[in-house]
C-alpha cells in the first residue's frame, strides 16, 4: 500500500477510502507510525495548507478531519501498542462566559490532524477549571478560545490564575477567537496567537520546538 | 394593545427631521433605491432615533407569542423547531440538540406553522402605527434560512452536508425557503410592511464560511425565490450578514438583495465595500461592532471612523444608512459611546 493512497483520501474526504486504505496497509505489515505519519498526518497538513491558502473553506476541513478521525480510530489501539505516543498534549476550551465552539472544535480537529493528544474542557469554561485541568492533565499547551469582545477578557483571567497557581511556566498558552488579535496575545502575556485553525496548528508545533 | 405599549413606542415612533411632505418612510425609500435622499437615514437605539420602525420590536411585545422559555443562564430547553437550546442570558441562546443532524428524518419531521395568519394579523395595529408616523416598517424573518439550518443540523453536519447529505440539504432548503415565502404572502396580506429582514451570517474573520461556488450550487437558488416572493409583495430585501462577505456580495446584488445590513465593516474595509459595491446595493452599517467597543479606541476614534464611512458610502445618491447595533448590552457598547456614534453621523450626513 502506497501511503499517497491514503494521503488522497484523507484530502478529499474520503472517509471509507481511508479506512480500506488504512487496514489494507496494516495488513500489509506497515509499521502503524509510518501510516500515522506518512498518510493521515502529512494529508491534514495539506488540508492546512490549503485552509490558509483559500482553497479549502471549512467544509473541506471538517470532512478531510472526519477521513483522518477514522483512520486514527483504527490505529489508536496499535500505536498504543506500539509504545508510541502523541506528539504532544493540549488543553483546549471556551473561555467562562462564551458558549461558542465552532473555533476552538476546528483547531482541536487540525491539532489532532497534526498528531496532538488533545483534551477538549468544552465552552464557557471558568479560569479555575482551566487550572485545575492544566493540574490534572499536565498537557504541554494549553488552548483557549473567545469569539467575543465581551468575553475576550476571561483569557486574562486564565492567565492570572495560571501565575497564582505557580503552573504558568510549566504550560504554553495559546489564544485565538475572531475579535483576539496578536497584540491582544502580547498584552495579556500568552506565548502565542493564532488566527485559524490551520496556524494553530503550526503555531503549537512551533511553541513545542517540533 | 398592551397598555404599556403607548408609553414605549411613543419615544420609539417619535418623528425624524424630514423635508416638508416627507417621511421617514420617503428618505428610507430614496436611500435604498439610490433616489437622491434629503438626508442618511438611521436606526439609532432610543433615545437617539429611528426612520425605521422593525417589527421584531412588537414582537417581543405580543402577548402570547413565542414558547414559554425558561430565563436562567444555563437552563435548557426545547424550541418550537425542536432544537435543545441553552440560555446564555444574551440576546439569543446556544443550540445543542438538532434534530435534523440525520436530513433522512426530514420526511417526517414537523415544521412549526410559522405562516399561520393569526400570528401576523396580531402585527397589525403595530404596523398601523408605525405608518400613521411615516416609518419605514421592516418585518422580521424569524426562520433566518442559515441560521436554522444550524440549529436544526449542527454546524459541522451543516458544513459537510453537501458533500454528505447532498439531496436531504436541497429538500431541506426548499422546505425553509417554501415556509419563508408563505410568511411573506402573509405580510403582504397584512399591508404596510415595506421591507423584509433577514439575519444569516456567511463570514468569517478572513473569508466566508464555505467556497463562494458551495453558496451557487445549494443555497443561492432558495434565496433568489426569496428574494423574489419579497419584491413581489412591495417589500425591499434587507439582509444582515456578518463576518467577511466580499465574495458573496456579487451573488446578492445579482439575485435583487436591496439592502446589506453589515456589523463587521472593516472585515473589508468601507472604501473598498464602496468603490466595488456602491450604487448597486445600499449598506445599512453600524461602525464595526468588533472594533468600536475595544477600550482603546478614543472618542476622536468612533468619529473619525464614522465620518469616513459616511464618505465612502454617501456618494452614489443614495445607498447608505446608519446604525446602532441594537443590543448594545451584548456587545459591552457604553451609551456614551453610542451617543458619539450617533452625533458623528449626524454630523456627516444623518442631519438635515
Known amino acids: 500500500m502506497d501511503m499517497s493512497t491514503i494521503y488522497e483520501a484523507v484530502v478529499r474526504g474520503d472517509m471509507p477510502a481511508t479506512e480500506s486504505g488504512v487496514k489494507e496497509a496494516i495488513g500489509e505489515g506497515t509499521a502503524p507510525e509510518v501510516v500515522l505519519n506518512e498518510g493521515l498526518i502529512k494529508a491534514m497538513s495539506e488540508v492546512g495548507t490549503r485552509f490558509e491558502a483559500g482553497d479549502f473553506f471549512v467544509p473541506e476541513m471538517l470532512i478531510a478531519a472526519r477521513a483522518m478521525k477514522a483512520g486514527i480510530a483504527i490505529l489508536r489501539p496499535l500505536l498504543a501498542e506500539a509504545g508510541i505516543d502523541p506528539v504532544g498534549k493540549v488543553v483546549i476550551g471556551t473561555v467562562s462566559g462564551d458558549l461558542h465552539d465552532i473555533g476552538k472544535n476546528l483547531v482541536a480537529l487540525m491539532l489532532e490532524g497534526a498528531g496532538f493528544e488533545v483534551i477538549d474542557v468544552g465552552t464557557d469554561v471558568s479560569a479555575d477549571s482551566f487550572v485545575e485541568a492544566v493540574q490534572n492533565e499536565k498537557p504541554q499547551l494549553l488552548g483557549l478560545s473567545a469569539l467575543l469582545t465581551t468575553t475576550m477578557p476571561g483569557a486574562t483571567e486564565v492567565i492570572q490564575k495560571l501565575n497564582e497557581a505557580n503552573i504558568r511556566d510549566s504550560v504554553k498558552v495559546m489564544v485565538g477567537g475572531a475579535p483576539v488579535t496578536q497584540a491582544y496575545a502580547d498584552q495579556i502575556e500568552a506565548d502565542g496567537y493564532a488566527s485559524d485553525a490551520a496556524s494553530a496548528s503550526k503555531m503549537a508545533k512551533e511553541l513545542l520546538g517540533l | ?352
Not at chain 2, 418612510?25 to 429611528?50: H, L, N
Not at chain 2, 439569543?92 to 412549526?112: M, R
Not at chain 2, 468601507?270 to 466595488?276: C, F, G, I, T, V
Open chain 2, 1 to 352: 394593545m398592551n397598555p404599556q405599549i403607548p408609553e414605549f413606542l411613543e419615544q420609539y415612533l417619535k418623528p425624524q427631521p424630514a423635508p416638508p411632505g416627507m417621511t421617514s418612510r420617503e428618505i428610507v425609500r430614496r436611500a435604498i433605491e439610490f433616489d437622491r435622499p434629503p438626508r442618511v437615514p438611521y436606526s439609532f437605539t432610543m433615545p437617539f432615533g429611528s426612520d425605521f420602525f422593525e417589527a421584531v420590536v412588537a414582537q417581543a411585545l405580543l402577548s402570547g407569542s413565542g414558547s414559554p422559555k425558561p430565563s436562567g443562564k444555563g437552563e435548557v430547553y426545547y424550541d418550537a423547531w425542536g432544537v435543545g437550546q441553552k440560555v446564555t442570558g444574551r440576546g439569543w441562546d446556544h443550540a445543542f440538540d438538532h434534530p435534523l443532524s440525520d436530513l433522512s428524518k426530514l420526511d417526517n419531521y414537523q415544521f412549526p406553522d410559522l405562516a399561520d395568519p393569526e400570528r401576523f394579523t396580531a402585527y397589525k395595529p403595530y404596523l398601523d402605527l408605525a405608518n400613521a408616523k411615516g416609518k419605514y416598517v421592516i418585518a422580521p424573518d424569524p426562520v433566518m434560512m442559515f441560521e436554522r439550518m444550524r440549529a436544526l443540523l449542527g454546524f459541522e453536519e451543516l458544513m459537510v452536508a453537501p458533500y454528505t447529505q447532498p439531496a436531504g440539504l436541497e429538500a431541506l432548503l426548499d422546505r425553509l425557503a417554501d415556509l419563508i415565502i408563505a410568511m411573506i404572502n402573509e405580510w403582504g396580506k397584512v399591508g404596510g410592511v415595506h421591507g423584509f429582514m433577514t439575519w444569516d451570517d456567511w463570514g468569517l474573520q478572513t473569508s466566508l464560511q464555505m467556497k463562494v461556488e458551495t453558496f451557487r450550487e445549494f443555497y443561492k437558488p432558495s434565496y433568489k425565490r426569496i428574494v423574489e416572493a419579497a419584491h413581489h409583495n412591495g417589500m425591499h430585501y434587507i439582509w444582515h450578514n456578518c463576518g467577511q462577505i466580499l465574495e458573496m456580495i456579487p451573488d446578492m446584488i445579482e439575485i435583487g438583495v436591496d439592502v446589506v445590513q453589515l456589523d463587521q465593516p472593516r472585515l473589508m474595509g468601507s472604501r473598498k465595500l464602496a468603490e466595488e459595491f456602491g450604487g448597486r446595493i445600499c449598506f445599512w452599517n453600524t461602525v464595526d461592532i468588533q472594533w468600536s467597543v475595544r477600550e482603546e479606541r478614543s472618542d476622536g476614534d468612533l468619529r473619525a471612523e464614522a465620518a469616513d464611512m459616511a464618505r465612502a458610502f454617501n456618494r452614489f445618491d443614495g445607498g447608505f444608512m446608519a446604525r446602532h447595533y441594537p443590543q448594545p448590552r451584548d456587545i459591552n457598547l457604553s451609551r456614551e459611546r453610542g451617543q458619539i456614534i450617533a452625533e458623528a453621523f449626524f454630523e456627516n450626513g444623518c442631519a438635515l
